[in-house]
């Protein structure tokens, strides 16, 4: 098992910056893909952003690519996903997703939310114009 704890969320104007955090505990995480996934109302969870285990590849949904950007320390146990030039439209609640990615997949980014089998419980995220 994996637990996953995110922090990080909060209320930011337009064009500011947050940094989300996502904590690990449990099996050894440097063995793990790790995404962020984020929900609005009344929409579909979709895909922000996800590293590989060593965090050689990363990959981004075009809506975000250029203003974020994750990265992880596996001596920490952590990832982090850098939210610069917020829009109104990054206001969701954001996951943080594990899957364990075998040596052979190393340089693995999952995008689909099925991939994934251990999730955070969510953190919000509201940009205010």
């Known amino acids: 098992q994996v637990q996953l704890v995110e922090s990080g969320g909060g209320l930011v104007q337009v064009g500011g910056s947050l940094r989300l955090s996502c904590a690990a505990s449990?099996?050894?995480?440097?063995?793990?893909?790790v995404g962020w996934f984020r929900q609005a109302p009344a929409k579909e969870r979709e895909f922000v952003a996800a590293?590989?285990?060593?965090?050689?590849?990363?990959d981004y949904a075009d809506s975000v690519k250029g203003r974020f950007t994750i990265s992880r320390d596996n001596a920490k146990n952590t990832v982090y996903l850098q939210m610069n030039s917020l829009k109104p439209e990054d206001t969701a609640v954001y996951y943080c997703?594990?899957?364990?990615?075998?040596?052979?997949?190393?340089?693995?980014?999952?995008?689909?939310?099925?991939?994934?089998?251990?999730w955070g419980q969510g953190t919000q995220v509201t940009v205010s114009s």
């Open positions: 997703a594990a899957r364990y990615s075998s040596s052979s997949s190393r340089f693995s980014t999952p995008m689909a939310y099925d991939e994934y089998d251990y």
């Open positions: 449990g099996r050894t995480f440097n063995n793990y893909a």
């Open positions: 590293i590989s285990r060593s965090g050689g590849r990363t």
